[in-house]
């Protein structure tokens, strides 16, 4: 049984660097059949997807986001992390990580997600 626990600042500043970690627990994050995604929600707003990593490393992003999204890994601590750069108070959201499918390509897992608000 997958467990996910997204952490990190709840507040950031604008032109600054969200950074968030996502924990993850019953399963390995390299292991083969699963990938794990990075999604927000701004308050009002639907889902948006940010961006994927394989258990290989491969990472994708949403285009609109591509430019300042980095998703890496810990393997060692079976951790997950997003890094949003310049962040404008349009960032503010919840942030959650989730597992997916490899083969169905449906999601799994999530975690309880995080509020992060961009405010000077």
């Known amino acids: 049984q997958v467990q996910l626990q997204e952490s990190g600042p709840g507040l950031v500043k604008p032109s600054q660097t969200l950074s968030l970690t996502c924990t993850v627990s019953?399963?390995?994050?390299?292991?083969?059949?699963?990938?794990w995604i990075w999604i927000r929600q701004p308050p009002g707003k639907g889902l948006e997807w940010m961006g994927v990593?394989?258990?290989?490393?491969?990472?994708a992003y949403s285009p609109s986001l591509k430019s300042r999204t980095s998703i890496s890994r810990d393997t060692s601590k079976n951790q997950l992390a997003l890094h949003l750069s310049s962040v404008t108070p349009e960032d503010t959201a919840v942030y959650y990580c989730?597992?997916?499918?490899?083969?169905?390509?449906?999601?799994?897992?999530w975690g309880q997600g995080t509020q992060v608000t961009v405010s000077s």
């Open positions: 989730a597992e997916g499918y490899t083969n169905t390509d449906e999601y799994g897992c």
């Open positions: 019953g399963d390995s994050i390299t292991t083969s059949g699963y990938y």
């Open positions: 990593i394989h258990p290989g490393g491969y990472t």
